[in-house]
């Protein structure tokens, strides 16, 4: 595999639900990062790690809880969402935090009823 | 102060003509200013960057102009084909170790 892989590519899940997003890095990137897309919105910057370390949280309620165990791999762990929380998640690795460009894997689609 | 503002939302544009997408920005600190494009079903890629000490930059069918006194960007798209037809976002940044600031994207629609 190449890239920036994501899964699953769709999940819909209930209220109560606790589910997990995974996404892995194939490029030997140090920074990882957790977007969140919504239809004519900017793209709303949720979490970075750099080295494994998250330096940036952007806000986020606290039913979204993320989790880097090494550079290569990343989760976005959901619990109790909203139904105002379907989106497209995307996954994203640059070589290092702020250093030029995104690589982005294809999203994760988060269905809420 | 930190928003970018993009329009249009969406534009159609005829097989072989000029597709145009502006963005304007009010933060005088912002010094990186890329493009990504995104094709249904993927994730954004960048397309094209430019940083604010050229007016312009080209890249195939692809120019970045820039107006640092106008705080404004636009990408334009030459010869635009049908395989073009993506939703494209503007993006900018302060620089190093900053997140980049992004507009709420164009979605354009190149007819054959």
């Known amino acids: 595999e190449t890239g920036v892989t994501q899964t699953p590519r769709h999940l819909v899940m209930g209220m109560t639900n606790k589910k997990s997003l995974k996404c892995e890095q194939h490029l030997g990137h140090n920074a990882m990062y957790w977007y969140k897309q919504s239809a004519k919105k900017p793209l709303e910057l949720m979490f970075v790690y750099n080295f494994k370390e998250q330096t940036e949280n952007n806000s986020v309620p606290s039913r979204f809880s993320p989790e880097c165990p090494n550079s290569s791999h990343l989760f976005l762990h959901l619990h109790t969402l909203q139904p105002e929380d379907s989106a497209l998640y995307l996954c994203?690795?640059?070589?290092?935090w702020g250093a030029g460009e995104l690589f982005f894997g294809e999203g994760s689609r988060l269905t809420v009823l | 102060q930190q928003q970018v503002k993009q329009s249009p939302q969406s534009l159609i544009v005829q097989k072989g003509g000029i597709s145009i997408i502006n963005c304007a920005y009010e933060n005088t600190a912002f010094d990186y200013f890329p493009w990504y494009q995104q094709f249904p079903g993927k994730g954004p890629a960048l397309l094209i960057a430019i940083r604010p000490d050229v007016s312009e930059k080209k890249e195939g069918r692809f120019t970045i102009s820039f107006n640092k006194s106008a705080k404004q960007f636009s990408l334009h798209i030459m010869d635009s084909q049908p395989g073009d037809s993506a939703t494209y976002f503007c993006a900018a940044s302060p620089g190093s170790n900053y997140q980049l600031i992004w507009g709420a994207g164009t979605k354009l629609i190149i007819k054959p």
């Open positions: 994203a690795s640059s070589q290092d």
